[in-house]
C-alpha cells in the first residue's frame, strides 16, 4: 500500500494501567511505529487518577508531537493540557464540545455500528467519527460494522473515519483501503510485547 494510502493510527490505552511501566511501554510502542493520536480510555473515575495517568501519557505524547485526547471528560482537557476530547456516546456532546473547546480542539466521537449516528457527529462538527467493533466479540451485543458502511464513507463523506475493535491483521488488510484510522488498543496490550504485537498487526499496511 502506497504511504498517501496507509492508514494512520490511533492508539487507545488500556482501561486500567500501572503507572511505573505503562509510559515506557507507550514510548516504544511510539518509537516504533507512526502514531497521529493517543486516546485515554480509563475506566477510574477517581479525578486524581485522570489526572497522573494523564500528565505521565501527555509527557510521552507530546515530546513525540503526537495528539492526545481524553475519552469523554471535556472538563479536563483545558486543565490537562489536552488536545481534545473523544466522546464513546456518539453525536449528543459534540456541538457543546466544540463551543467549550474551540475550532483547533480535537473532537470526535464512537458511533458503533449506527450510520445514523455517525453523519449526525459528522454534522455536528466532528473531526473524526469512530465506528466499530469490526472484529468478532463476545462483549455487548455482539454487533459488528459492515464492511459496506466504511466502503459508503469513504465515498461519500469527507470527516475522517476510524476502524476499531478486536483488529486482526486480516481485517486491517481488508479495512486499509475504506479507512483514514485504526484504532488499536487491547490488540496490543493484552499481549506480552507490544511492540511485536502491532508490528504483526500492521504487517499488512507495509
Known amino acids: 500500500m502506497a504511504a498517501e494510502d496507509r492508514p494512520q493510527i490511533t492508539l ?40 497522573r495517568g494523564a500528565d ?10 503526537v495528539a492526545i485526547v481524553i475519552e469523554n471528560h471535556l472538563l479536563l482537557v483545558e486543565r490537562l493540557g489536552l488536545d481534545g476530547v473523544h466522546f464513546s456516546d456518539g453525536a449528543r456532546n459534540l456541538r457543546k464540545a466544540r463551543k467549550d473547546l474551540g475550532a483547533d480542539a480535537i473532537v470526535g466521537a464512537f458511533c458503533g455500528v449506527t450510520r445514523h449516528e455517525g453523519i449526525s457527529a459528522a454534522e455536528a462538527g466532528a473531526d473524526y467519527v469512530a465506528f466499530g467493533p469490526i472484529g468478532v466479540t463476545p462483549l455487548g451485543a455482539g454487533a459488528q460494522v459492515d ?25 486491517v488488510e481488508t479495512y486499509g483501503p475504506v479507512t483514514d484510522f485504526f484504532g488499536i488498543g487491547t490488540e496490543i496490550w493484552a499481549a506480552e510485547n507490544a511492540c511485536d504485537a502491532i508490528k504483526a498487526l500492521l504487517a499488512p499496511l507495509r
Open 56 to 65: 505521565a501519557l501527555r509527557e510521552v505524547a507530546h515530546s513525540r508531537d
Open 147 to 171: 464492511f459496506e458502511l466504511f466502503e459508503w464513507w469513504s465515498e461519500m463523506i469527507e470527516v475522517p473515519v476510524i476502524a476499531e475493535g478486536s483488529l486482526t491483521s486480516q481485517l
Open 12 to 51: 487507545i490505552t488500556p482501561p486500567n494501567f500501572d503507572l511505573d511501566i505503562f509510559p515506557d511501554r507507550l514510548a516504544a510502542v511510539m518509537d516504533l511505529v507512526e502514531i497521529a493520536c493517543l486516546r485515554i480510555s480509563l475506566a477510574t473515575k477517581i479525578e486524581d487518577d485522570l489526572m
